[in-house]
Every structure is written in C-alpha cells, then in structure tokens.
C-alpha cells in the first residue's frame, strides 16, 4: 500500500492549550524540543483561567496555511479545542487518548491536528502519541476518498 503525506517537520509544530493543558502543554514541548522539532507556542502560558477557542484558532490557523508542520492542542477533555479546531475547513482534528487513536487518526483520517485530553491521559502517554502523530503517514487509497468529502464547501 502506497503511503504518503508525512509532516514536514522542518516547519515549527504549532502547540496551544488552555488552562487544564498548560503542564502538558510545557512538558510536551520540552519533549519535542529534545527531539530536535521547533516549536510555535501559542499559549496559554500560565494556569489562569483562560477560554480555549483563543488558542484553538491560531494553532488552527497556523496549520491551515503551511506555517506548521502540524498542531497539537491541549484541554481537560480535548472536546472544546477539537471542536474549535475543525471549523477551519483545512484542519482535520482527532481526540486521541492513545497510540492506536493516533494511529488511525494519522493513517486512516490525515488528521494535522492532535487533540489531547489532559485529565483522562498520563503525560508520558501524550508524548507517545506525540511520537506516533509524527511518525505515522497517511495511507491515502480508500482513505483519501472519505477525507476528500469531509469539507464543507
């Protein structure tokens, strides 16, 4: 099976979170950072209460017009960021809360937008998801029919 569509990880990867994701969120980049990735960090930048569509957009945006290799945000249940996230036609967000998840959402969706939810995840289990988003192409085939009628136009 031809496989395509890797990320092209010279580009910063685009990171945001609200309040409930900030520790992930810094402990994620400290992550990709290690890997050698730069990062874009589109906040917050604290644990103050903070409204997450302020920092699903310009993550979001980031993604859309090719100024990051991908996104990765970060909420208490990954819900509100997601749903933020694919209001932008060009953007195909997955909630995942495991490799497999990441898998799929990489190979089967071509997703560019990992969602992680803080309260249901251990860290350690973000970044190999993280690993995974990264390192999983998309098929393409049967797949890219179904992607290419998710938008709305």
């Given at each position: 099976m031809q496989q395509h569509n890797?990320?092209?990880?010279?580009?910063?990867?685009?990171?945001?979170?609200?309040?409930?994701g900030f520790e992930y969120k810094e402990e994620v980049i400290s992550y990709l950072e290690a890997k050698g990735l730069s990062v874009?960090?589109?906040?917050?930048?604290?644990?103050?209460?903070v409204d997450y569509p302020d920092y699903a957009h310009p993550?979001?945006?980031?993604?859309?017009?090719g100024q990051a290799a991908f996104g990765i945000l970060i909420c208490g249940s990954?819900?509100?960021?997601?749903?933020?996230?694919?209001?932008?036609?060009?953007i195909r967000a997955a909630i995942c809360w495991g490799e497999e998840l990441a898998r799929l959402a990489r190979s089967h969706n071509n997703a560019n937008v990992l969602c992680i939810p803080a309260r249901f995840v251990d860290?350690?289990?973000?970044?190999?998801?993280?690993?995974?988003?990264?390192?999983?192409?998309?098929?393409?085939?049967?797949h890219q029919n179904r992607v290419s009628k998710m938008a709305c136009l």
């Open positions: 890797t990320f092209d990880t010279a580009l910063p990867v685009a990171i945001g979170s609200d309040h409930a874009k960090d589109f906040g917050t930048h604290s644990k103050d209460s993550v979001s945006t980031a993604v859309e017009r990954a819900n509100g960021v997601a749903i933020t996230a694919n209001k932008h036609q060009g860290v350690a289990v973000a970044n190999q998801m993280v690993d995974v988003f990264i390192d999983t192409p998309f098929e393409g085939g049967r």
